[in-house]
């Protein structure tokens, strides 16, 4: 299927498009579809539709959309729905009509109630109040999965998959510091600390929140294996995670020592610490046989050595 099918990566330059363009091209494919956003705005319902009728994609991941840290989403909630909900209508919309045979669509941990059970359950969805900082993203993003299961009932068929990955992060993460999310400023703060050979980092709150992360790659493994075994799913979303979670101290420390990073860690008690813990049961999806491979340590490893190389990158152009 991957080797020889048309397949679009919408957001082929972001954290998990990257990597699923990477995967199917490992795999064989040479018929991978991508597109900047320069040269196609999925806001743009004409554009889109257009795109659609000349290249007649057989499957897309659409990976494209907003995404932001905490403070990203508070300053920008307008944006964080608009762009999301147009990007996915107009995307859902062309595919409907093209007959692309599957579409794979991304929600998010935070489309879960900020006061769920742990390990949160697919079904906890709509079970209460949202986490007010990033209830515009969260509201797309439900809006998003609640239009793959109209779409499959509406016209009887399985073509639209949505998947809840947990905090993802990899090489080409977003790292500018006013927009990204934890784990990407932990590798830029300590980064920083490092070669600016300052004493100590004052993180934000208590560090005993637990967040659950996981590889882009296996996120993008997790993807192509819904793909193939779209046969075995339901009309239903299903959580992606590793179902290992860490202390955001734990985390800090292990991102200082892969960073090198030796200085001290300081918490900033009077700042809030968020929700306890944000674990998902992804048990629904591991039992249709896909697993992710990455651990923390060589996950971690493998993403500072690529924004290395990116900021070497960045000094030579600067140059
Ligand atoms: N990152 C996470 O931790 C996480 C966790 C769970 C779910 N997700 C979901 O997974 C998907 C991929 O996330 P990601 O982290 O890979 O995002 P990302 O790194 O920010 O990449 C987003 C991609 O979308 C493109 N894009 C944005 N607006 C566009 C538009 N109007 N038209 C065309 N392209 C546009 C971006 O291009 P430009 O950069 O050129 O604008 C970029 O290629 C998203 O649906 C996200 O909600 C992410």
Redesign the pocket.
């Known amino acids: 299927m991957f080797k020889n099918s048309k397949i679009y990566v919408?957001?082929?330059?972001?954290?998990?498009?990257?990597?699923i363009s990477r995967k199917l091209k490992e795999h064989g494919n040479s018929r991978v579809i991508e597109?900047?956003?320069?040269e196609?705005?999925?806001?743009?319902k004409r554009a889109v539709f257009e795109f659609f009728s000349t290249e007649r994609p057989e499957y897309v991941f659409?990976?494209?959309?907003?995404?932001?840290g905490i403070v990203s989403n508070k300053t920008y909630p307008a944006d964080y729905l608009h762009?999301?909900i147009?990007?996915q209508d107009n995307v859902f919309e062309a595919a409907q009509k093209y007959e692309v045979k599957h579409l794979l669509?991304?929600?998010?941990?935070c489309i879960y109630p900020k006061f769920s059970l742990q390990p949160i359950k697919e079904e906890y969805l709509l079970n209460g109040p949202l986490e007010e900082t990033s209830e515009g993203?969260a509201t797309a993003?439900i809006a998003g999965i609640t239009a793959c299961k109209a779409y499959n009932l509406q016209y009887q068929t399985n073509r639209f998959i949505a998947l809840?990955?947990?905090?993802?992060?990899g090489p080409?993460?977003?790292f500018n510091i006013e927009s990204c999310?934890v784990l990407s400023a932990l590798i830029y703060r300590f980064h920083e600390a490092k070669i600016s050979n300052t004493q100590s980092v004052t993180l934000w709150g208590s560090g005993k929140p637990r967040r659950e992360f996981i590889f882009?790659e296996d996120?993008a493994e997790a993807s192509l294996f819904a793909m193939e075994h779209v046969e075995q799913l339901e009309n239903r979303h299903y959580n992606v995670g590793t179902g290992v979670d860490y202390s955001i101290e734990e985390l800090a420390a292990s991102v200082a020592e892969t960073v090198g990073y030796e200085g001290k860690i300081l918490w900033d008690m009077s700042k809030p610490d968020g929700a306890a813990q944000k674990l998902l049961d992804s048990s629904k999806f591991l039992s249709l046989g896909w697993e992710p491979t990455v651990n923390m340590e060589e996950g971690l490893k493998r993403t500072y050595e690529w924004y290395l190389r990116q900021s070497l990158v960045g000094q030579t152009s600067d140059n």
């Not at 669509?105 to 941990?109: C, D, I, P, R, W």
């Not at 809840?164 to 992060?169: A, E, G, R, W």
């Open positions: 919408a957001g082929h330059t972001g954290l998990l498009g990257s990597a597109k900047a956003h320069i196609l705005d999925l806001t743009d659409l990976c494209a959309g907003k995404v932001g762009i999301n147009a990007i669509f991304y929600g998010s941990s993203y993003k809840i990955p947990n905090s993802m992060y080409n993460d977003n999310h882009s996120v």
